[in-house]
């Protein structure tokens, strides 16, 4: 097995930690060590008993009605400044009587000043307060003298304005309205009655406090709630007592913040490690790849905090976020079993967030089993939107087998779960569309990459069957013989059917010049074997030319490159080292530029092409002579180390060797021979 280079590894243990980090420090917490609960809910946690007597309040909706009420019987305070008040009207008489008026008498001016007196006896308030008792929300209001207080209507309270526009009206007199407005009456009308904040304040939080005192004492030792009772709005407000009493009375701020936060770094330190074990036994080809693991581990933090950012924006947000994505996306790319085991972390990780841990763990569980068994072999939006539905009912089945299990009925089953389901399968959706941005970013291939491409309308395979004809038939066949080997070992089918399409594509450039396109005439009857290898071999430079040129992605690349690897065009070869006895032959200008076949799939194609062209020249088809065809051809490659670098196994190659054996005899069956038909003599009543 390869072993990483230094590089490597740093890369690793740099994605470890930043995946660590990202997770711990994005956790929703608290400085309080705090149950996790909810309203009409059964509680989750043993029995619980008072360690200390407990004050019992009034529930939170309760509390809010009576404070509501409070608000709207509670008469505001408000005091009078009778020195404002006193020096304002003094300056005004002063102006009055200083200001030439020729046309008021003496009498008159004592009338308006009379009317001015009379306003702010009355009360003078501003704007903002006079618009209420307009509105009817202050009747009344109350002044404090002598610690007592006298609750006094708002009925003849006025606005500046407002006591302007009575004084005006009063004056009904031209020349006594002049007189208001030549001594600027409406800019010295000032509010002598004001709001005291500060006393309104204190009696408004003293009735608070005599209205939501305790209405009663859970005793130490009294028992709380037990495993199973249903959270009521009582019962939670007894138990945010105790943990604000409990926060209080701690000594020790690091068993409060700094442990659990240990405690939620080596819980995410286990689980990542979990999935790096994983990797490294199970799936080692996985681990030593870079993009990979970078994939996988930036799928799995990314998912996580944005469900952390769902779980703290949204109430129930962890059941709008679709957490089946990751096995989605992973089965897409890598297999089923690391999606399965991907998806076991991601949930694991986030329960941690979760309200009800045991319940979302085994929703998401079962979603996840049917997203990846509805998936198998995904080729078509149509299967994401067949999946999202099956996602949705898996979704409620499961969340409703829990809630008949704790709660004992359908009654407080919560609509809205249903709701933030539908939405869940809805998000689903956008994992196509990252389907194609992972494609770019890690190098990946999708099955639907690898449906879309194995079209034969694709333009290159299409420009294949009208160039090269026989070719595009051979590869045809190559592809269904490689495929029902890859069925036979568990390879990835879809990848060898379309990479063995493509193999062969550099064909294009020199049709004539090989076997299965010519018609009666051979160019290489005019070449020497040197020149007639250099074309031959050149097929697959020109293949991944062509290729490079539409953008196939780089596993359909390698088909190409590895399908011959560095082995010999042998017809050539041997030709010319049969005319050159005794001579030590260069095997280089007669050599395919390889590489050797990198992967199972790649050494598919390679025993695939080799049998299936070696096939069309048997003259024996009996199972006798194809069994003995297969095994000679795979034995040589075998021999010639063509598959050293390949994982296939001895396993592997037998059970190849068989599933060629069966197709191929399929193919060549003899077929049974048709009697003719013999007319027979006609009869008496046929002539007549």
Same mark, same amino acid.
Request: charged residues 20%; negative net charge.
């Given at each position: 097995m390869t072993k990483l280079s230094r590089s490597q590894i740093t890369l690793r243990s740099v994605l470890f930690l930043a995946s660590v980090v990202l997770t711990v420090y994005f956790l929703p917490r608290s400085d309080k060590n705090r149950y996790i609960y909810e309203v009409n809910r059964p509680w989750n946690y043993g029995l619980l008993t008072a360690p200390f007597d407990i004050p019992v309040h009034l529930d939170s909706l309760s509390s809010? !009605?009576?404070?509501?009420?409070?608000?709207?019987?509670?008469?505001?305070?408000?005091?009078?400044?009778?020195?404002?008040?006193?020096? $304002?009207?003094?300056?005004?008489t002063t102006r009055l009587n200083a200001t030439t008026l020729p046309d008021v008498s003496p009498a008159?001016? =004592?009338?308006?000043?009379?009317?001015?007196?009379?306003?702010?006896? =009355?009360?003078?308030?501003?704007?903002?307060?006079?618009?209420?008792?307009s509105d009817g929300e202050l009747p009344a209001v109350r002044f404090v003298h002598d610690n007592v207080a006298i609750s006094v209507p708002t009925t003849e309270f006025l606005s500046a304005y407002r006591a302007y526009e009575h004084i005006d009206s009063v004056m009904r007199r031209g020349n006594m309205r002049g007189a208001l407005s030549a001594t600027h009456l409406a800019d010295m009308l000032q509010p002598n009655v004001t709001l005291d904040s500060l006393?309104?304040?204190?009696?408004?939080?003293e009735a608070y406090q005599k209205a939501t005192a305790p209405v009663g004492v859970i005793q130490q030792g009294e028992r709380i709630i037990d495993k199973g009772d249903i959270v009521n709005t009582r019962l939670a407000t007894i138990l945010d007592t105790y943990e604000e009493m409990i926060e209080e009375r701690s000594d020790t701020k690091i068993s409060q913040h700094h442990y659990p936060i240990a405690g939620q770094a080596l819980y995410v330190i286990i689980l990542?490690?979990?999935?790096?074990?994983?990797?490294?036994?199970?799936?080692?080809?996985?681990? =030593?790849?870079?993009?990979t693991v970078i994939f996988l581990m930036s799928l799995l933090t990314v998912c996580t $905090?944005?469900?952390?950012?769902?779980?703290?924006?949204?109430r129930s947000g962890l059941y709008i976020m679709p957490f089946t994505i990751v096995p989605i996306l992973v089965l897409t790319f890598l297999d089923s079993r690391t999606a399965y085991f991907a998806h076991i972390i991601e949930i694991l990780t986030c329960a941690i967030v979760s309200t009800f841990p045991s319940e979302f763990i085994f929703v998401q569980f079962i979603a996840g089993v049917v997203a990846i068994d509805s998936l198998k072999d995904l080729s078509r939006r149509s299967q994401l939107i067949r999946t999202a539905a099956l996602i949705f009912?898996?979704?409620?089945?499961?969340?409703?087998?829990?809630? #008949?299990?704790?709660?004992?009925?359908?009654?407080?089953?919560?609509? !809205?779960?249903?709701?933030?389901?539908?939405? =869940?399968? #809805? $998000?689903?959706?956008?994992?196509?569309?990252?389907?194609?941005? $992972?494609?770019r970013v890690f190098g990946f291939t999708s099955r639907v990459t690898l449906v879309e491409l194995s079209d034969t309308n694709n333009p290159l395979l299409r420009e294949l069957s009208e160039q090269c004809p026989g070719t595009f038939n051979h590869s045809m066949a190559v592809s269904n013989l490689a495929s029902a080997a890859a069925q036979a070992i568990g390879a990835n089918v879809q990848m060898v059917r379309t990479g063995a399409l493509y193999h062969d594509i550099g064909k294009i450039k020199n049709p004539a010049f090989f076997t299965e396109n010519q018609h009666g005439v051979n160019p290489h009857d005019a070449l020497d074997p040197i020149q007639s290898a250099r074309v031959v071999t050149g097929h697959v430079t020109d293949g991944l030319a062509m290729a490079e040129k539409a953008k196939l992605p780089p596993v359909i690349r390698d088909f190409i490159s590895q399908h011959h690897g560095a082995g010999k065009a042998r017809y050539f070869y041997n030709t010319y080292v049969n005319a050159?006895?005794?001579?030590?032959?260069?095997?280089?200008?007669?050599?395919?530029?390889?590489?050797?076949?990198?992967?199972?799939?790649?050494?598919?194609?390679?025993?695939?092409?080799?049998v299936e062209a070696a096939s069309r020249s048997l003259k024996d088809n009996s199972p006798e002579a194809i069994a003995a065809l297969v095994n000679k051809i795979i034995d040589a490659q075998i021999a010639e180390g063509l598959h050293n670098q390949s994982p296939l196994s001895f396993r592997d190659v037998q059970a190849v060797k068989e599933s060629f054996i069966q197709r191929l005899r399929t193919m060549y069956h003899t077929r049974i021979s048709y009697p003719e038909l013999k007319k027979s003599a006609p009869t008496a009543a046929a002539g007549s």
């Open positions: 809010a !009605r009576l404070k509501d009420s409070i608000d709207a019987a509670f008469e505001p305070v408000y005091v009078r400044d009778l020195a404002a008040e006193k020096t $304002l009207i003094s300056e005004y008159q001016k =004592n009338q308006i000043i009379k009317a001015v007196r009379q306003v702010y006896e =009355n009360g003078i308030v501003d704007a903002e307060t006079y618009q209420r008792i006393t309104t304040r204190r009696l408004l939080d990542m490690a979990a999935m790096y074990g994983y990797l490294y036994i199970f799936r080692r080809e996985y681990f =030593n790849d870079d993009h $905090l944005v469900a952390f950012a769902m779980q703290a924006t949204f009912v898996a979704y409620s089945l499961a969340y409703l087998s829990m809630e #008949i299990m704790s709660t004992g009925s359908v009654a407080k089953i919560m609509a !809205r779960i249903y709701g933030c389901f539908a939405i =869940n399968a #809805i $998000l689903i959706s956008f994992s196509y569309t990252l389907m194609f941005l $992972l494609e050159h006895p005794g001579e030590e032959v260069d095997p280089t200008p007669f050599s395919y530029p390889g590489p050797d076949p990198q992967t199972r799939e790649t050494s598919l194609l390679m025993m695939a092409d080799a």
